[in-house]
């Protein structure tokens, strides 16, 4: 290992080959044309003037197909994005129709959309629990020093390959269709930003990594900012950590435990990371930092929770995207807009905890079915009120 942190050899790493290459170009102009949803004759008048849909992708993305066909067999590989069948044409035709009659659409969106951006989740077949993996608990992660030192030094390490994913054509066509005024409110479960970059502005249920909270305070610091700090504090960690990457981006076969996690953080060999490690302080009272996300064993902030079930009781149809709804915070929302005789659809790769009340059950990759129903063209469907 030594003389391998010693001689690395930089090149392109496989998550920027991933990212830049496959993903990037793909996430590039979605909407080539656009077709109205016209009201027919003898159907309930259309709950808004005029409700728009991307008719096609760009020609350059067509030709991109066996690009992008790549790209997604390399994470079938990798397993980090569940295997499963294309979607057929009755599912992308249930799920149009789900849009059409909706009036007052939310949507979810969970780890299973950033699978598809190389982002592994937890509880898929092969997610970070089928390895064995515990995430740190709220309660740990307060308590021990010890546990600070461990996931603050693993999740430093992780940062680079974590921001370097890029929204993928899940992201791209749900912003589409929120631009289109097709999605009234969304919320995610996913910390990761992806959304955003696609240029729509969701709630974010569980928080962010890309900020840090004194958990003193309550003051915060963009994570840039808390890296910097970091490297500062730790030089020789830092130093190792960037000739493992170069190593790692070089093709070495030898991982020294670096797998990437669902929030970011590495799960790096417990060998390889100094009990010495020092974090950072909040710079104004002394308190502990802590990224603004909800550990397990936390609890939703009182206001997100309550803007989110808001939307949810208001709502005439609810979306799940790559959820299984395994965390009560998600599950009540869906739970909620069921009560309040939402219409529910759901695309998910496995089972989901409300596959019982759901009108609409998909198993296929949204990154996949999205698009698709953008390219639907001039189907003249009635938005039923």
């Not at 949803?37 to 709950?47: A, D, E, L, T």
């Not at 992008?68 to 992308?92: C, G, H, T, Y």
């Not at 849009?99 to 190389?118: I, P, Q, Y």
Request: with cysteine; proline share 5%; aromatic share 8%.
């Amino acid at each position: 290992m030594a003389a391998a942190l010693l001689n690395p050899q930089p090149t392109a790493t496989i998550w920027h080959l991933l990212s830049c290459k496959a993903l990037g170009r793909m996430c590039r102009g979605v909407v080539c044309g656009l077709i109205s949803v016209r009201h027919q004759k003898g159907s309930h008048p259309p709950c808004t003037k005029r409700q728009m849909l991307a008719s096609s992708y760009p020609a350059s993305e067509v030709n991109r197909k066996d690009e992008n066909k790549s790209f997604n067999q390399l994470l079938r590989e990798k397993k980090i994005v569940p295997d499963s069948d294309p979607p057929s044409a009755k599912d992308i035709d249930g799920l149009y129709q789900f849009f059409d009659r909706s009036c007052k659409l939310m949507v979810l969106s969970g780890a299973g959309l950033s699978t598809e951006s190389g982002i592994p989740d937890y509880r898929s077949p092969n997610g970070a629990y089928s390895s064995g993996f515990k995430p740190i608990t709220h309660q740990e992660f307060v308590r021990s020093s010890r546990a600070r030192k461990r996931y603050w030094a693993r999740s430093y390490a992780g940062w680079r390959r974590f921001i370097a994913a890029q929204p993928n054509a899940g992201h791209v066509a749900l912003s589409t269709l929120e631009k289109l005024g097709r999605v009234n409110f969304m919320v995610t479960q996913n910390v990761d930003r992806l959304h955003h970059r696609a240029g729509s502005n969701p709630l974010e249920l569980h928080g962010t990594v890309y900020t840090v909270v004194c958990l003193n305070c309550s003051a915060s610091l963009g994570r840039d900012s808390f890296q910097d700090q970091v490297k500062a504090l730790n030089p020789k960690w830092a130093a190792a950590i960037e000739n493992l990457e170069q190593v790692r981006a070089a093709g070495s076969d030898k991982s020294f435990g670096m797998q990437q996690r669902p929030d970011g953080d590495i799960e790096i060999d417990e060998k390889y990371w100094e009990t010495d490690f020092i974090i950072p302080n909040c710079q104004q009272c002394g308190g502990i930092l802590k990224p603004d996300v909800v550990f397990f064993g936390d609890n939703v902030p009182k206001n997100r929770a309550d803007k989110a079930m808001e939307y949810a009781k208001s709502s005439d149809a609810f979306l799940v995207l790559g959820s299984s709804l395994m965390t009560m915070s998600a599950f009540r929302l869906v739970r909620v807009a069921h009560e309040a005789k939402a219409d529910i659809a759901i695309v998910n790769i496995g089972e989901t905890r409300a596959d019982d009340f759901v009108s609409v059950k998909i198993n296929a990759r949204v990154g996949e079915i999205l698009p698709r129903l953008l390219q639907i063209g001039s189907l003249k469907i009635p938005c039923i009120s």
